[in-house]
T-cell receptor, first 112, second 114 residues
Framework: EAQVTQNPRYLITVTGKKLTVTCSQNMNHEYMSWYRQDPGLGLRQIYYSMNVEVTDKGDVPEGYKVSRKEKRNFPLILESPSPNQTSLYFC???????????FGPGTRLTVT | AQSVAQPEDQVNVAEGNPLTVKCTYSVSGNPYLFWYVQYPNRGLQFLLKYITGDNLVKGSYGFEAEFNKSQTSFHLKKPSALVSDSALYFCAVIPGDNFNKFYFGSGTKLNVKP
């Protein structure tokens, strides 16, 4: 089944404790992206990747890192999480530029 | 600055009535326009898109959307609403000068009552 998977689905952590949210897609898509969803703000793009080893900042990259060492994986790293990063995070992939995206199920992160 | 506006937080319609969910945008170049739907505790699902051509595009589940260049709008429509259409709807735009960037509206909650 074609899908985007994210792990974990739910995470509660404390300020400053490094964490990684994994994202994997099995559709051989070149483009992948991370978003955060906050009430009243919709989805905002954090980082995106056009292909292996090619990443760039979205609109809200501060406090986040990404890497794209393999085509299928695009992990999101929070080196020192803070409470304002409490949010619902989505990973998405698409077959190319300006194409529709396929979204993962989301990761609900709470930072206390 | 690039922006996408969904002016209604919530739209209420009766089952069987037509529905419209509004979207306007302000981005560079000739945009690519999308609608997505989100059901509770799920990721977003693609509904339809406009790239070029006919201003009325048809998508999944009987939805359609009308592109209006002069009004910079891309409203989502359906002739006859179903209770199962109740969900959160997002308009998304790719600017014509940067195909890597996606901008989403704040979302509109559609409530369809029996």
């Amino acid at each position: 089944e074609a899908q985007v998977t994210q792990n974990p689905r739910y995470l509660i952590t404390v300020t400053g404790k490094k964490l990684t949210v994994t994202c994997s897609q099995n559709m051989n898509h070149e483009y992948m992206s991370w978003y955060r969803q906050d009430p009243g703000l919709g989805l905002r793009q954090i980082y995106y990747s056009m292909n292996v080893e090619v990443t760039d900042k979205g609109d809200v990259p501060e406090g986040y890192k990404v890497s794209r060492k393999e085509k299928r994986n695009f992990p999101l790293i929070l080196e020192s999480p803070s409470p304002n990063q409490t949010s619902l995070y989505f990973c998405a992939s698409s077959p190319g530029l300006a194409r529709e995206q396929y979204f993962g199920p989301g990761t609900r992160l709470t930072v206390t | 600055a690039q922006s996408v506006a969904q002016p209604e937080d919530q739209v209420n319609v009766a089952e069987g009535n037509p529905l419209t969910v509004k979207c306007t945008y302000s981005v560079s170049g000739n945009p690519y326009l999308f609608w997505y739907v989100q059901y509770p505790n799920r990721g977003l699902q693609f509904l339809l898109k406009y790239i070029t051509g006919d201003n009325l595009v048809k998508g999944s589940y009987g939805f359609e959307a009308e592109f209006n260049k002069s009004q910079t709008s891309f409203h989502l429509k359906k002739p006859s609403a179903l209770v199962s259409d109740s969900a959160l709807y997002f308009c998304a735009v790719i600017p014509g000068d940067n195909f890597n960037k996606f901008y989403f509206g704040s979302g509109t909650k559609l409530n369809v009552k029996p």
